[in-house]
T-cell receptor, first 113, second 114 residues
Framework: EAGVVQSPRYKIIEKKQPVAFWCNPISGHNTLYWYLQNLGQGPELLIR????????DSQLPKDRFSAERLKGVDSTLKIQPAELGDSAVYLCASSTGSQETQYFGPGTRLLVL | AQKVTQAQTEISVVEKEDVTLDCVYE???????LFWYKQPPSGELVFLIRRNSFDEQNEISGRYSWNFQKSTSSFNFTITASQVVDSAVYFC???????????FGTGTRLKVLA
Protein backbone atom coordinates (compact mmCIF):
# COMPACT_ATOMS: atom_id res chain seq x y z
CA GLU A 1 0.00 0.00 0.00
CA ALA A 2 1.38 3.38 -1.01
CA GLY A 3 2.06 5.85 1.77
CA VAL A 4 1.34 9.54 1.94
CA VAL A 5 2.87 11.30 -1.05
CA GLN A 6 4.10 14.87 -0.94
CA SER A 7 5.68 17.13 -3.50
CA PRO A 8 7.94 18.85 -3.97
CA ARG A 9 10.41 17.43 -1.48
CA TYR A 10 12.46 20.60 -1.44
CA LYS A 11 11.67 24.18 -2.35
CA ILE A 12 13.83 27.29 -2.26
CA ILE A 13 12.18 30.64 -2.88
CA GLU A 14 12.81 34.28 -2.20
CA LYS A 15 10.78 36.09 0.40
CA LYS A 16 7.48 37.57 -0.78
CA GLN A 17 7.12 34.85 -3.41
CA PRO A 18 4.20 32.41 -3.34
CA VAL A 19 4.70 28.68 -2.80
CA ALA A 20 2.43 25.65 -2.84
CA PHE A 21 2.76 22.15 -1.45
CA TRP A 22 0.80 19.12 -2.58
CA CYS A 23 -0.25 16.04 -0.63
CA ASN A 24 -1.93 12.81 -1.66
CA PRO A 25 -3.05 10.78 1.37
CA ILE A 26 -3.20 7.03 1.76
CA SER A 27 -6.08 5.63 -0.26
CA GLY A 28 -9.24 5.45 1.80
CA HIS A 29 -8.04 7.89 4.44
CA ASN A 30 -10.74 10.51 4.89
CA THR A 31 -8.86 12.63 7.40
CA LEU A 32 -5.94 14.74 6.24
CA TYR A 33 -3.65 16.93 8.30
CA TRP A 34 -1.03 19.56 7.52
CA TYR A 35 1.72 20.09 10.06
CA LEU A 36 4.57 22.54 10.41
CA GLN A 37 7.86 21.27 11.80
CA ASN A 38 10.54 23.75 12.80
CA LEU A 39 14.12 22.65 13.22
CA GLY A 40 14.63 20.71 16.44
CA GLN A 41 10.94 20.62 17.22
CA GLY A 42 8.06 18.21 16.92
CA PRO A 43 5.35 18.77 14.32
CA GLU A 44 2.57 21.26 15.07
CA LEU A 45 -0.86 20.98 13.50
CA LEU A 46 -1.90 23.66 11.02
CA ILE A 47 -5.16 22.31 9.67
CA ARG A 48 -7.28 19.15 9.63
CA UNK A 49 -9.70 18.04 6.94
CA UNK A 50 -12.52 15.56 7.19
CA UNK A 51 -13.12 14.71 3.55
CA UNK A 52 -13.30 18.12 1.82
CA UNK A 53 -14.22 20.09 4.93
CA UNK A 54 -11.62 21.97 6.98
CA UNK A 55 -12.85 21.14 10.47
CA UNK A 56 -9.98 22.70 12.39
CA ASP A 57 -7.94 25.53 10.93
CA SER A 58 -7.47 27.40 14.20
CA GLN A 59 -3.67 27.17 13.99
CA LEU A 60 -3.42 28.24 10.35
CA PRO A 61 -2.10 31.82 9.89
CA LYS A 62 -4.86 32.88 7.58
CA ASP A 63 -3.30 36.14 6.53
CA ARG A 64 -0.82 34.31 4.34
CA PHE A 65 -1.63 30.61 4.48
CA SER A 66 -4.45 28.84 2.71
CA ALA A 67 -5.34 25.24 2.04
CA GLU A 68 -7.82 23.30 0.01
CA ARG A 69 -8.99 19.74 -0.48
CA LEU A 70 -11.57 20.18 -3.19
CA LYS A 71 -12.50 16.58 -3.94
CA GLY A 72 -11.77 15.17 -0.53
CA VAL A 73 -8.64 13.37 -1.66
CA ASP A 74 -5.46 15.30 -2.37
CA SER A 75 -4.76 18.66 -0.81
CA THR A 76 -2.74 21.79 -1.44
CA LEU A 77 -1.24 24.14 1.12
CA LYS A 78 -0.25 27.59 -0.08
CA ILE A 79 1.76 30.44 1.37
CA GLN A 80 1.50 33.89 -0.17
CA PRO A 81 3.64 35.83 0.37
CA ALA A 82 6.34 33.73 2.01
CA GLU A 83 8.41 35.19 4.83
CA LEU A 84 11.83 34.22 6.12
CA GLY A 85 10.25 32.67 9.20
CA ASP A 86 8.28 30.22 7.07
CA SER A 87 11.41 28.19 6.45
CA ALA A 88 10.54 24.79 7.90
CA VAL A 89 9.34 21.33 6.96
CA TYR A 90 5.69 21.01 6.00
CA LEU A 91 4.33 17.56 6.73
CA CYS A 92 1.13 15.99 5.55
CA ALA A 93 -0.51 13.11 7.39
CA SER A 94 -3.64 11.06 6.94
CA SER A 95 -5.79 8.66 8.93
CA THR A 96 -8.93 6.61 8.47
CA GLY A 97 -10.67 8.76 11.05
CA SER A 98 -9.93 11.62 13.39
CA GLN A 99 -9.25 9.30 16.31
CA GLU A 100 -7.11 6.86 14.42
CA THR A 101 -3.35 6.66 14.03
CA GLN A 102 -1.88 9.30 11.75
CA TYR A 103 0.53 8.30 9.01
CA PHE A 104 2.93 10.91 7.73
CA GLY A 105 4.45 11.74 4.40
CA PRO A 106 8.11 12.65 3.78
CA GLY A 107 7.44 16.37 4.03
CA THR A 108 8.41 19.39 1.96
CA ARG A 109 11.46 21.25 3.17
CA LEU A 110 11.01 24.97 2.47
CA LEU A 111 13.81 27.50 2.52
CA VAL A 112 12.89 31.15 2.16
CA LEU A 113 15.80 33.44 1.26
CA ALA B 1 -2.44 21.16 30.09
CA GLN B 2 -0.83 18.39 28.12
CA LYS B 3 2.88 18.15 27.64
CA VAL B 4 5.48 15.66 26.43
CA THR B 5 9.08 15.90 27.56
CA GLN B 6 11.97 14.15 25.87
CA ALA B 7 14.87 15.32 27.97
CA GLN B 8 17.53 13.58 25.90
CA THR B 9 18.33 15.86 22.99
CA GLU B 10 20.93 13.58 21.44
CA ILE B 11 22.32 10.14 22.22
CA SER B 12 25.28 8.43 20.61
CA VAL B 13 25.91 4.72 20.95
CA VAL B 14 28.14 2.19 19.30
CA GLU B 15 26.50 -0.43 17.16
CA LYS B 16 25.13 -3.43 19.09
CA GLU B 17 24.70 -1.44 22.27
CA ASP B 18 21.26 -1.21 23.86
CA VAL B 19 19.76 2.26 24.17
CA THR B 20 16.71 3.65 25.96
CA LEU B 21 14.90 6.79 24.88
CA ASP B 22 12.93 8.49 27.62
CA CYS B 23 9.48 10.04 27.33
CA VAL B 24 7.62 11.71 30.18
CA TYR B 25 4.15 13.10 29.67
CA GLU B 26 1.69 15.28 31.53
CA UNK B 27 -2.07 15.03 31.26
CA UNK B 28 -5.09 15.22 33.51
CA UNK B 29 -7.06 12.88 31.30
CA UNK B 30 -7.67 9.30 32.32
CA UNK B 31 -7.99 8.07 28.76
CA UNK B 32 -5.32 8.93 26.25
CA UNK B 33 -2.97 7.45 23.68
CA LEU B 34 0.80 7.49 23.50
CA PHE B 35 2.85 7.12 20.34
CA TRP B 36 6.39 6.75 19.15
CA TYR B 37 7.47 7.85 15.68
CA LYS B 38 10.84 7.56 13.97
CA GLN B 39 12.07 10.31 11.66
CA PRO B 40 15.07 9.17 9.57
CA PRO B 41 17.09 11.66 7.52
CA SER B 42 14.62 11.23 4.66
CA GLY B 43 12.14 13.24 6.74
CA GLU B 44 9.14 10.96 6.94
CA LEU B 45 7.72 10.23 10.37
CA VAL B 46 7.39 6.47 10.59
CA PHE B 47 4.78 5.15 12.99
CA LEU B 48 6.20 2.68 15.53
CA ILE B 49 3.61 2.12 18.23
CA ARG B 50 0.34 3.36 19.70
CA ARG B 51 -0.56 2.56 23.30
CA ASN B 52 -3.86 3.06 25.10
CA SER B 53 -3.64 4.48 28.62
CA PHE B 54 -5.51 1.48 30.00
CA ASP B 55 -3.00 -0.97 28.64
CA GLU B 56 0.16 -0.93 30.72
CA GLN B 57 1.48 -4.17 29.39
CA ASN B 58 4.95 -3.76 27.97
CA GLU B 59 5.36 -4.54 24.31
CA ILE B 60 8.19 -6.07 22.33
CA SER B 61 8.57 -5.99 18.58
CA GLY B 62 11.80 -7.48 17.38
CA ARG B 63 14.62 -5.33 18.72
CA TYR B 64 12.18 -2.67 19.92
CA SER B 65 10.46 -2.67 23.30
CA TRP B 66 8.33 -0.16 25.14
CA ASN B 67 7.88 0.31 28.88
CA PHE B 68 4.69 2.16 29.83
CA GLN B 69 4.39 3.18 33.49
CA LYS B 70 1.41 5.31 34.45
CA SER B 71 2.72 5.74 37.99
CA THR B 72 5.64 7.77 36.67
CA SER B 73 3.89 9.06 33.51
CA SER B 74 6.59 7.56 31.35
CA PHE B 75 6.60 5.69 28.07
CA ASN B 76 10.19 4.72 27.39
CA PHE B 77 11.50 3.09 24.24
CA THR B 78 14.42 0.64 24.17
CA ILE B 79 16.32 -0.54 21.14
CA THR B 80 18.28 -3.71 21.75
CA ALA B 81 21.46 -4.40 19.80
CA SER B 82 21.28 -1.08 17.98
CA GLN B 83 22.17 -0.84 14.30
CA VAL B 84 23.35 2.04 12.14
CA VAL B 85 19.96 2.06 10.42
CA ASP B 86 18.39 2.99 13.74
CA SER B 87 20.00 6.43 13.48
CA ALA B 88 17.14 8.91 13.38
CA VAL B 89 15.17 11.37 15.45
CA TYR B 90 12.56 9.68 17.61
CA PHE B 91 9.42 11.48 18.71
CA CYS B 92 7.06 10.60 21.51
CA UNK B 93 3.51 11.97 21.27
CA UNK B 94 0.39 12.18 23.41
CA UNK B 95 -3.20 12.36 22.23
CA UNK B 96 -6.29 12.80 24.35
CA UNK B 97 -8.87 10.09 23.68
CA UNK B 98 -11.64 11.30 21.44
CA UNK B 99 -9.50 13.94 19.81
CA UNK B 100 -6.98 14.05 17.03
CA UNK B 101 -4.49 16.57 18.40
CA UNK B 102 -1.09 15.05 18.89
CA UNK B 103 1.22 16.74 21.35
CA PHE B 104 4.74 15.92 20.29
CA GLY B 105 7.91 16.07 22.31
CA THR B 106 10.95 17.80 20.91
CA GLY B 107 12.50 14.52 19.82
CA THR B 108 15.67 12.61 20.64
CA ARG B 109 18.35 12.31 17.97
CA LEU B 110 19.92 8.86 18.09
CA LYS B 111 23.27 8.29 16.42
CA VAL B 112 24.44 4.72 16.11
CA LEU B 113 28.10 4.53 15.21
CA ALA B 114 29.60 1.62 13.34
Amino acid sequence: EAGVVQSPRYKIIEKKQPVAFWCNPISGHNTLYWYLQNLGQGPELLIRYENEEAVDDSQLPKDRFSAERLKGVDSTLKIQPAELGDSAVYLCASSTGSQETQYFGPGTRLLVL
Amino acid sequence: AQKVTQAQTEISVVEKEDVTLDCVYETRDTTYYLFWYKQPPSGELVFLIRRNSFDEQNEISGRYSWNFQKSTSSFNFTITASQVVDSAVYFCALCRSGTYKYIFGTGTRLKVLA
